[in-house]
């Protein structure tokens, strides 16, 4: 679904300390995972087709439930190879807080994920499953059900000092596949950088964005991505202390790993919002670094692990009763 952009041999540093106490609230894995199904029980949604457009539906009707507004940002969007996409990208706002002990609104921030699947199966380690489409339980689906969890969870907790939207980004997905010679990495986050470069993403004044890419996969670790250091070092600093004080340590381990061309990127570039990218990085994958099932048949609910969501969707809770 996306293209290493660069490598970097991964390091390590020494953490920062904290006196963060662990929240008492808890993440629920099992809803997360039960999200992320329902997403793939309607095929994969590559773009134009008929599963896109029902789940795109389904994702709106879920956040309108939680209470959020949601607007829907539709383009005609051009492929790499000339295919006029038709996008949407699904942009859940909260209800405006005040800050308990001001008369001004709450900081505001947003979590993101991509939502549409990889059209073709070009990783696949069998030659013949490469024009198959992506069932994208994790690159893709397990983002947006971490979302749509933390929704759930901040309508029925709203002690939150923050205003927290999520945007849906589509069309990420529909990147140069590998048996073409040309590289263009302009040719990824198509609905990310449409929003990047819209008055939608000037309207609102966001502190922070955050992306969710590949985040229920087995055995899965994050590490800290390129361009999120490069942006946005202070938000990677606090979602790994996160992290570490929600018991998850291990699974976000204080290393470097390397530059993806993701959704985060046009997010910091286009829209000057401070932008991380939390995304599985696995260092001695033969296959590749994104883990055995990407852009394969195999990225399906089968290859999906509670245990990965628990410990993003926790950390993120972490994180934003932290504030």
């Not at 949601?70 to 405006?96: E, M, R």
């Not at 749509?148 to 939207?165: G, H, I, P």
Request: a negative charge.
């Amino acid at each position: 679904m996306l293209a290493v952009s660069m490598l970097v041999a991964c390091g390590t540093t020494k953490k920062s300390q904290t006196t963060q106490s662990a929240v008492a609230l808890t993440f629920n894995a099992d809803s997360a995972y039960e999200f992320c199904a329902a997403q793939c029980a309607f095929g994969p949604r590559t773009m134009n087709s008929t599963a896109h457009e029902q789940c795109a539906q389904w994702i709106q009707q879920k956040f309108e439930q939680y209470g959020y507004q949601v607007t829907l940002q539709k383009a005609d969007l051009k492929g790499y190879d000339g295919t006029v996409l038709k996008s949407t990208n699904i942009i859940a706002t909260a209800p405006v807080r005040s800050v308990a002990t001001q008369s001004q609104p709450a900081p505001r921030i947003f979590i993101c994920a991509h939502w549409d699947s990889r059209p073709w199966a070009d990783n696949d380690p069998d030659e013949a499953n490469w024009r198959k489409p992506v069932m994208a339980a994790n690159d893709g689906a397990s983002g947006v059900a971490v979302m749509l969890e933390l929704a759930r969870m901040l309508q029925q907790n709203d002690s939150v000092r923050l205003a927290v939207d999520f945007i849906c980004f589509d069309a990420e997905d529909w990147g140069v596949p590998q048996w073409e010679e040309d590289i263009n990495s302009d040719s990824w986050a198509l609905g990310a950088q449409y929003w990047a470069a819209s008055d939608e993403a000037k309207s609102k004044t966001y502190q922070y964005a955050i992306l969710l890419d590949m985040v229920g996969g087995q055995g899965a670790r994050f590490y800290r991505e390129y361009y999120s250091m490069r942006y946005a070092r202070n938000i990677v600093e606090s979602v790994w202390q996160a992290a570490n004080t929600a018991g998850y340590g291990s699974i976000f381990p204080y290393k470097d790993g390397g530059g993806v061309t993701d959704d985060h990127v046009p997010v910091n570039e286009k829209a000057g919002i401070p932008c991380i990218d939390i995304i599985n990085h696995y260092p001695d994958c033969e296959q590749s670094s994104f883990g055995p099932t990407w852009h394969t048949v195999s990225d399906d609910m089968q290859h999906i692990d509670r245990n990965t969501l628990q410990a993003v969707g926790q950390t993120l809770v972490q994180l934003i009763y932290s504030e």
